[in-house]
């Protein structure tokens, strides 16, 4: 019998439809910033160098297998500072606004920030991947449905700054679990329709270690949420510090497995900053969890 571990969704994000379930799907995480973790950042001296910059390695994710591109204007790494709302526009707007009109696959917006979202989803951004997902800010979650935009649900404890201080949870699956629900639910109340909602357990956002490989290992468990599950494991300090590797450019194995994981225990789609490596990792493990 078929493993039933992953479910089928049809998701809606502006005039594009993803089918989930049968492969997974790939988001190549474009970073519009000076201060990235990752350090892969593509921010530049002016505003044309940045675009030329994040255009080739826009156009290289796409080439390697990208269904999604995730374009971000400020870090949210632990202890990050907050960027300014004129700075992420000026960051992100150019660069959707050049590929929506150059690339065929859905553009989101990293951003939690209402005007920012605004003005991208002008620009052509058909998802708002907000990091701030609980709970969601009233006004944020207005502006997708008035765009007919679908919504990243993502979870976090306290904020970038704050995030990794006094983590503690008495029970972390049922309190993720139980805050994402709630969530879901203003969502709906808004208008928002079901079949553009997305959920993301938020690795790294207010949890340990331990949390992030419980997260992974019990991720079948917000199955009962109804909604596809996203998951950005890729280059994350979990990793190096399960690996004592402090350069997140050199975890590319550690993320492998952290995918095909997250993958088998039903991600519908990952969030990674090295496309052609995850394609592959995603067609081995989606062929072997698809196989009768």
Same mark, same amino acid.
């Given at each position: 019998?078929?493993?039933?571990?992953?479910?089928?969704?049809?998701?809606?994000?502006?005039?594009?439809?993803?089918d989930l379930?049968?492969?997974?799907?790939?988001? =190549?995480?474009?970073?519009?910033?000076?201060?990235?973790?990752?350090?892969?950042?593509?921010?530049?001296?002016? !505003? @044309?160098?940045?675009?030329?910059?994040?255009?080739?390695?826009?156009?290289? $994710?796409?080439?390697?297998?990208?269904?999604?591109?995730?374009?971000? =204007?400020?870090?949210?790494?632990?202890?990050?500072?907050?960027?300014?709302?004129?700075?992420?526009?000026?960051?992100?707007?150019?660069?959707?606004?050049?590929?929506?009109?150059?690339?065929?696959?859905?553009?989101? !917006?990293?951003?939690?920030?209402?005007?920012?979202?605004?003005?991208?989803?002008?620009?052509?951004?058909?998802?708002?991947?907000?990091? $701030?997902?609980?709970?969601? +800010?009233?006004?944020?979650?207005?502006?997708?449905?008035?765009?007919?935009?679908?919504?990243?649900?993502?979870?976090i404890k306290?904020?970038?700054?704050? $995030?990794?201080?006094?983590?503690?949870?008495?029970?972390?699956?049922?309190?993720i679990r139980?805050?994402? =629900?709630?969530?879901?639910?203003?969502?709906?109340?808004?208008?928002?329709?079901?079949?553009?909602?997305?959920?993301?357990?938020?690795?790294?956002?207010?949890?340990?270690?331990? @949390?992030?490989?419980?997260?992974?290992?019990?991720?079948?468990?917000?199955?009962?949420?109804?909604?596809?599950?996203?998951?950005?494991?890729?280059?994350?300090?979990?990793?190096? %510090?399960?690996?004592?590797?402090?350069?997140?450019?050199?975890?590319?194995?550690?993320?492998?497995?952290?995918?095909?994981?997250?993958?088998?225990? =039903?991600?519908?789609?990952?969030?990674?900053? +090295?496309? %052609?490596? $995850? %394609?592959?990792?995603?067609?081995?493990?989606?062929?072997?969890?698809?196989?009768?």
């Amino acid at each position: 019998m078929k493993d039933q571990t992953r479910r089928k969704y049809t998701l809606h994000l502006g005039d594009f439809v993803l089918d989930l379930g049968d492969q997974t799907k790939i988001m =190549g995480i474009i970073n519009v910033t000076p201060d990235s973790f990752s350090q892969d950042g593509c921010l530049q001296s002016s !505003v @044309d160098k940045t675009i030329t910059s994040a255009e080739r390695k826009a156009r290289r $994710m796409v080439r390697d297998g990208a269904d999604i591109l995730d374009i971000g =204007g400020e870090s949210t790494r632990p202890g990050a500072r907050r960027v300014s709302v004129k700075d992420e526009i000026k960051r992100v707007v150019p660069l959707i606004t050049r590929l929506s009109k150059k690339i065929a696959v859905p553009i989101s !917006v990293d951003t939690y920030k209402t005007e920012v979202a605004k003005h991208a989803l002008d620009a052509g951004a058909v998802i708002v991947n907000n990091i $701030m997902g609980n709970p969601p +800010d009233t006004a944020l979650l207005k502006m997708v449905k008035r765009y007919n935009a679908a919504v990243v649900l993502m979870h976090i404890k306290g904020t970038p700054r704050t $995030m990794q201080k006094n983590i503690d949870y008495a029970d972390l699956i049922g309190e993720i679990r139980e805050s994402l =629900g709630i969530a879901i639910e203003k969502c709906l109340e808004i208008g928002i329709n079901s079949d553009r909602i997305i959920i993301d357990p938020g690795i790294g956002f207010g949890k340990t270690v331990e @949390d992030n490989l419980q997260i992974i290992n019990r991720l079948s468990a917000f199955n009962s949420l109804k909604k596809p599950l996203l998951m950005g494991t890729s280059r994350k300090s979990f990793i190096g %510090k399960v690996l004592n590797q402090t350069d997140a450019s050199r975890r590319l194995t550690g993320t492998i497995s952290t995918v095909c994981a997250s993958i088998l225990r =039903g991600a519908h789609i990952v969030r990674v900053h +090295d496309v %052609k490596e $995850m %394609k592959q990792t995603a067609l081995i493990t989606d062929a072997i969890l698809n196989k009768n």
